[in-house]
């Protein structure tokens, strides 16, 4: 499996936890000229969250949110605002989550969320 299908197939794990806990896929891998969206979701108590997926193999030495820098936070508030622009969404209260997968020997993954892992402030 090459490394865009393992961040699909993480992507697609990631909505499934989402949707097993109630929440609703609004949009997947939405692109504005900033960058991309992962996942797009609204939660059970009408919060719109914003994941980022990170996919890693298990073994790898970091973990996969640590790949959420900075510089990645910036690049996905700027996006989020486009989006939240262009839906008509400015005012809807907003998280940022970071999924971090992992595929299992089993052929299962797992799926660790960070809820509010960064803020626009």
């Known amino acids: 499996m090459d ?4 961040g699909r197939r993480g ?10 806990q109630g929440y609703s896929l609004k949009a997947r891998n939405y692109h504005t000229r900033l960058g991309e969206l992962d996942l797009v979701l609204l939660s059970p108590e009408g919060e719109l969250v914003l ?3 990170k996919t890693r193999a298990a073994n790898a030495l970091t973990r996969p949110a640590e ?3 900075q510089a990645k936070r910036l690049r996905l508030i700027r996006a989020a605002e486009q989006y939240l622009q262009q839906t008509g969404q ?3 209260p907003v ?3 970071v999924a971090e997968v992992i ?7 797992m799926v660790h ?4 892992a960064f803020t626009c402030g």
């Open 67 to 69: 790949a959420v820098g």
């Open 90 to 92: 400015s005012d809807a």
């Open 113 to 116: 969320i960070i809820k509010g």
């Open 3 to 6: 490394r865009a299908e393992t």
């Open 11 to 20: 992507e697609n794990a990631a909505a499934r936890y989402y949707l097993k």
């Open 95 to 97: 998280r940022f989550d």
């Open 51 to 53: 994941c980022e997926v």
């Open 103 to 109: 595929p299992l020997d089993s052929g299962r993954w």
